[in-house]
């Protein structure tokens, strides 16, 4: 494909405009063409560019790429079959559930999906333009927006969709806000040679010390990519009130000499980056009239892992259609919560209430021991983790994860996704 012009000219108007291209952006503008709205997707870096991530794919991510019709190209790259997790003293090897989302995952490094899935979306029929930031919006009497202004240009369109990002610097502008309060994650991640870079299993590691041997409530990973390289990182979660105190970067190095031999790792991790992860829809005014945030802007990130990739391919596949309809008089103010409230609701409230009981100094410390000595806990934790609870389940596991999930909403203190 023709490269992009890197001083693009921007259109007067566009009926859909998107700001950001990553997984969430590319997702709802593809959606969006493909059901034949004009279509204009807008990000400020030149792709291809990185994101600080974990680069995997867990099977419902693959469901959505599948629906995309990339699921040949990221299965070919490699095929993961599941977890190995480590720690307290146990080895787990926990298979991906079968059932409704395949079973199957992949991973593929960010410089290279994100730029795909920048493809696909211009292949659907959007004109996607890189290099350009969204820098203010403008406003009708009514409230809509009616523009946003990219330095000297103006662009007007009939529908916003924010896909900028964790920190959202457009979606502040129109109010949303991000709540600290609630559970968040640090992480950090890196790319590492190793000689098994083609293992089909996940490596995670649930017991995440520092240098002075402290346990950190979090986790750290290895996704073998299969050109050579693993993905290597950390996670600590965090709230307002209970910080992260640790420097990620300085964990992530620790971590990569404490696995050194089990990975057969061949040189000092490299392209080091971290980040803030708001999580578990922690997040108010994600929506407007004609407006709505979705993916990391909509903190649609698994409170449990940091997982993000298949909230956001969802997700931008619910906004699509969700556009596509015009909701309840085509006002997105209370729809759009609606939808992630009923798509994400039960399983973000006990993800966020789990991963809070994580970040109290000695709870990790008394429930791992327990549950790594289980196969079938960590079965289903693994399962409840990767969101791969099925609608149509009826089992034990399913039942109780959706009856902990109404309860916490019930109890929670700050609605998901509140208006």
Known sequence: MERMDSRPRLPASTDVLVVGCGPAGSATATWL?????????????????????????????????????LGSWARDRITIRGLELRGFGHERRVPWPAGDHGGVGSAVR??????????????AGATVLDGVRVTDVEKGDDGEVIAVRAGDDRIACRTLILADGVRSPVGRLLGRTWHR?????????????????????????????????????????????????????????????????????????????????????E????????????????????????????GDAAACVNPLNGEGIDYALEGGRL??????????????????????????????????????????????????????????????????????????????????WRAAGSVARRLDRRPLFAD
């Not at 410089?111 to 979306?121: K, P």
């Not at 549950?371 to 983790?385: K, P």
């Open 33 to 69: 063409a493909r059901a034949g709205r004009e279509v204009t997707v807008l990000d400020a870096a030149q792709f291809p560019r990185d994101k600080t991530c974990g680069d995997g794919l867990t099977p419902r991510a693959m469901l959505e790429v599948d629906r995309l019709g």
């Open 110 to 123: 960010r410089t290279v999906f994100d730029d795909r899935l920048r493809e696909t979306a211009v292949e």
């Open 181 to 265: 309060d609630s559970v968040y994650a640090v992480a950090a991640r890196s790319y590492v040679r190793s000689t098994r870079h083609d293992h089909p299993w996940i490596g995670s590691d649930l017991e995440l010390r520092d240098e002075a041997g402290a346990i950190q409530p979090g986790y750290g990973w290895v996704f073998p990519l299969g050109d050579g390289e693993v993905n290597l990182g950390v996670g600590a979660l965090a709230t307002a009130s209970r910080p992260a105190n640790v420097a990620v970067k300085d964990l992530l190095h620790h971590y990569a000499r404490s696995v050194e031999d089990s990975w057969e790792l």
């Open 267 to 294: 040189a000092e991790p490299r392209a080091v980056t971290s980040a803030l992860l708001p999580m578990g829809g922690a997040v108010s005014g994600l929506a407007g009239r004609n407006w709505a945030a979705v």
């Open 319 to 400: 906004l699509a259609d969700l556009v596509v309809a015009g909701g309840p008089d085509g006002d997105l103010t209370r729809a759009w919560p609606e939808v992630l409230r009923r798509t994400y609701g039960e399983a973000f409230a006990i993800a966020r209430d789990a991963a809070r009981l994580l970040t109290y100094p000695r709870f990790l410390p008394l429930a791992g021991p327990v549950g790594m000595r289980s196969q079938m806990l960590m079965s289903a934790a693994v399962r409840c983790m990767s969101n791969t609870v099925a609608d149509s389940d009826r089992d034990v596991v399913a039942r109780g």
